[in-house]
């Protein structure tokens, strides 16, 4: 049977299994919006109040589910609002189709109104896109996007479809069938890999963010409790083991935990599992490797040697390999090891006094104390992401969804959106007023569609982390950070129609968070806090573990 090419993309949609898309309509995309409103039974849409919005919400609703995110735009600057999302997506391995609509095939190139080369402009952010100029061709790539996105390591894929290529019909076939990809070596040689663990006295194994995309926390614990080696992780590997869990000793890196680095520095062997070993995570990198071994284990080849080499590596599915690793290898006892470990594991944090005001742990520990294991929390970036990281205490996959390698200030609340949708739960968004004012335009689709997010503002009325940059690092000369907003929050989610509360102290925020999670509406609380809270421990850029910072200056 013959149909359009919009309703061949919203039939594909539908097919592989697509619930739910974002996105904000426009011209060149109005007979998709005509084919979803005739298809509303078997797929909703969520209109958001900005196209980057809808983007963060994609992704959030994929890294939640592990399905695929779809987001929805118009041409020229619809299109272009996307990229910041699709950027964001792509450094964090999301995956993600993108469907924009452009003008007509005969208009292209001829500067026509709104009309702008957005595969050109995605190009470097994406895993895969395409331009569709034949109507024939739209299910196969449709198909293909699928896969793509989704297959080895995630990330998103664009499609953008002229409007005559949308309205022109061809015979769709629907016969689509999902195509299961082995990613792992056939017969992979680990001899060498378990030559060093055995040989290792000292073994850490840092888990990334692919250990949660492959699904792979079940293997990753077996084979850490095989080998009796302690875990850190990357902060996009959070979640990968239990934070209750006595093997995790935190996050590494800048702002790691001090038992995770001084631990990942004493290590003999580093066994890296899903890690692109960021610039953020390492510091010095001439001193990040010394010492010791690395066998570093990724999906994708391109990131074996990019900014640590290794001794050894293995390239495949992460929960293949480690199940595989874990079959083989001889177990151990590193009691020596771990008796060293266990004096790391204390509070190195020494800061001044705030007697009477609330504190980012204050706030993160009654979070976590009203939170389900089930319900999400996302985060935008700054000084409040780096706080979550060490103080909510993340405890399953895929329960903890930040902008890691981009650092996308504005993400959060979209992501929230998308996650919400996606399982069904709660969500609760940790953000700051620098990074909430980028899109808190999005209060009003939590509100429209009654998504049960609690959005939690960190207000220090800065922009935070850097100012923390300048007061450590440029004598204390505060350029253009002290914001001095006027900005009312809790009148403003009022406004835009969910209730909003104000905490000041420890009393005022029990009661916000008595109010906040006895019911499943949206909720927003303004927690005030001193501007003179650092994020510490900290380790300057590109120094090592004995330059740490642990105490206000």
Not at 89 to 94: C, E, I, T
Not at 151 to 175: C, H, M, N, W
Not at 397 to 424: H, K, W
Not at 516 to 529: G, N, Y
Request: hydrophobic share 40%; glycine share 10%.
């Amino acid at each position: 049977m013959k149909k359009s090419g919009a309703e061949i993309i919203v039939r594909s949609l539908i097919a592989h299994g697509t619930d739910v898309v974002f996105g904000y309509p426009g011209g060149q995309v109005i007979d998709i919006y005509d084919e979803l409103y005739k298809a509303r039974k078997d797929i909703r849409h969520v209109t958001t109040s900005h196209e980057e919005g809808a983007c963060h919400a994609a992704d959030g609703y994929a890294r939640a589910t592990g399905k695929v995110g779809v987001v929805i735009a118009t041409s020229g600057p619809g299109a272009t609002n996307l990229v910041t999302g699709i950027a964001t997506a792509f450094l964090d391995s999301a995956p993600l189709i993108a469907i924009t609509g452009n003008v007509a095939t005969s208009l292209m190139g001829k500067d026509s109104f709104q009309e702008v080369d957005i595969a050109g402009i995605t190009m470097p952010i994406t895993k895969y896109n395409y331009i569709v100029k034949d109507v024939k061709d739209l299910e196969k790539v449709l198909n293909d996007a699928f896969e793509i996105a989704s297959s080895g390591r995630p990330g998103p894929v664009l499609i953008d479809v002229p409007k005559d290529v949308q309205t022109a019909k061809t015979e769709y076939f629907g016969k689509y069938k999902a195509v299961k990809r082995d990613y792992r070596r056939d017969r992979t040689e680990f001899s060498i890999a378990k030559e060093l663990i055995s040989e290792s006295k000292r073994p850490c194994i840092y888990a990334g963010g692919g250990v949660i995309s492959s699904n792979a926390a079940t293997e990753l614990l077996a084979f850490a409790e095989k080998i009796d080696a302690p875990v850190i992780t990357s902060m996009m590997g959070l979640g990968a083991i239990d934070s209750r869990n006595g093997r995790f000793l935190g996050m590494a890196g800048m702002h790691g935990t001090y038992a995770s680095n001084k631990v990942l520095r004493e290590s003999d062997l580093l066994i890296a599992v899903g890690t692109r070993f960021s610039d953020r995570a390492t510091g010095d990198k001439s001193d990040y490797s010394n010492k010791k071994k690395i066998i570093h284990v990724d999906i994708d080849p391109a990131e074996i040697g990019k900014n640590i080499d290794a001794d050894y590596y293995i390239i495949g599915d992460i929960g293949c390999i480690l199940r595989d690793m874990t079959g083989e290898i001889q177990g151990k006892d590193n009691k020596e090891w771990n008796d060293n470990i266990r004096k790391y594991v204390r509070d190195r944090r020494n800061d001044m006094s705030m007697e009477g005001k609330l504190t980012p742990e204050m706030i993160l520990k009654a979070l976590r104390q009203n939170m389900s294991d089930s319900e999400i929390i996302t985060t935008d970036v700054g000084q409040h992401q780096m706080w979550t990281t060490m103080y909510f205490g993340v405890r399953y996959p895929r329960t903890f969804i930040t902008s890691g390698g981009l650092g996308t200030m504005g993400f959060g609340l979209g992501a929230a959106i998308g996650a919400s949708i996606g399982t069904g739960e709660r969500s609760v968004l940790i953000t700051s007023d620098g990074s909430f004012h980028m899109n808190m335009n999005e209060i009003a689709t939590v509100a429209s569609e009654n998504i049960p997010v609690v959005i939690v503002v960190f207000n220090n009325n800065t922009l935070g982390m850097v100012r923390q940059w300048q007061k450590l690092f440029y004598d204390k000369r505060y350029s253009n950070t002290e914001l001095r907003r006027k900005t009312d929050y809790v009148a403003l989610a009022k406004a835009m129609g969910i209730e909003g509360y104000r905490a000041n102290d420890a009393i005022t925020l029990e009661e916000c968070m008595n109010a906040a999670f006895s019911t499943k509406k949206p909720v927003l609380i303004e927690c005030v806090i001193d501007e003179d809270e650092l994020v510490l421990p900290m380790i300057p850029p590109r120094k090592n573990l004995d330059s740490v910072l642990t105490r206000h200056k």
